[in-house]
């Protein structure tokens, strides 16, 4: 049977092995899936044992996706950019190519949920995740995509980086407060984690925004709730996101896409629980 995993740090929590072992009954594949917790100090040791054992590719995760990065001996055009990745596939000649499906996972479900993608977009953070959704996002040429982070330089250089691509700038959250509107925001940070709400001001919300929190629960996030509270109506969290990932990294692995709707429905219940 054809090994996968998921390495991250903690790991846990990981809903990965559920959604992929789903994927595999629900297309017929015989594959094994486990989680994998990497020491911090030797990620490229458990991958490397781990391809030593039979492993074919694996999902990274929290905090080792600038490592896989840097591990790879080829990566896609997508992930270049990202300057990190979440998906690894282990070729017959022992090297390493390297994938970042969390753009293509997060747009899918912007645009089942009929998001206003070439409208003004806002991004709150500036950490992984950001940089894996910035270029699918300026693909669909928005008016503008302005980037705000606790840590202004980082989104200033994110904003930099990503500049030749489309109109993207970053803000502080100063600026932000006389900016104006946007139809579509997007909470790249780990914030609700901690029932946090990111520092901005509740003014970016008009009562068509659309709201997207990358962070996902059995209740609505934090977040989501704030949203809501500010006039939006439609306020959607990670788990579309998270299952649109894993479907992209799957079929990478396994040339077969499968469908999210139904392991969604499975996963929202098992959440509930
Ligand atoms: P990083 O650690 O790389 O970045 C964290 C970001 O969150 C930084 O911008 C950081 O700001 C900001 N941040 C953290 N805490 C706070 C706070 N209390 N207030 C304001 N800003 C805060 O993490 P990732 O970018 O990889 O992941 C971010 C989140 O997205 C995680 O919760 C992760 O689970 C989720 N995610 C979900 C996915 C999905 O499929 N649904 C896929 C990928 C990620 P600063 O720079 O100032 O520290």
């Not at 092995?17 to 989680?35: D, V």
């Not at 704030?226 to 894993?246: F, V």
Request: glycine share 8%; proline share 4%; aromatic share 8%.
């Amino acid at each position: 049977m054809d090994k996968y995993a998921v390495f991250g740090n903690p790991i846990s929590q990981s809903k990965s092995p559920l959604i992929h072992q789903a994927f595999a009954k629900q297309t017929a594949q015989a594959i094994e899936y486990t989680a994998i917790k990497a020491e911090l100090d030797n990620f490229s040791g458990a991958i490397r044992d781990f391809m030593a054992h039979g492993g074919k590719g694996c999902n990274v995760t929290v905090p080792f996706k600038e490592q896989a990065f840097q591990l790879a001996d080829q990566v896609s055009e997508r992930a270049e950019l990202a300057g990190a990745v979440n998906t690894l596939s282990f070729k017959e000649d022992g090297s390493i190519f390297a994938d970042n499906t969390d753009g293509a996972g997060l747009v899918e479900d912007l645009k089942a949920h009929g998001a206003p993608l070439s409208g003004r977009i806002l991004l709150i953070g500036a950490g992984g995740a950001a940089r894996g959704v910035i270029h699918p996002l300026l693909a669909f040429s928005p008016l503008e995509l302005v980037i705000v982070n606790r840590t202004f330089y980082k989104a200033e250089s994110l904003a930099k980086r990503f500049e030749s691509f489309g109109n993207v700038v970053a803000m502080t959250t100063e600026d932000l407060k006389e900016a104006g509107t946007f139809d579509l925001v997007i909470n790249s940070t780990s914030a609700s984690l901690s029932g946090d709400l990111p520092p901005i001001s509740s003014h970016v919300f008009n009562q068509n925004s659309v709201a997207y929190d990358m962070v996902y629960g059995d209740k609505p996030t934090v977040f989501c709730r704030w949203a809501k509270e500010q006039g939006c109506k439609i306020a959607i969290d990670g788990l579309g996101m998270l299952l649109g990932q894993a479907a992209v990294a799957f079929s990478i692995w396994r040339n077969v896409m499968p469908n999210t709707q139904v392991v969604m429905q499975m996963l929202r219940s098992e959440m509930s629980k």
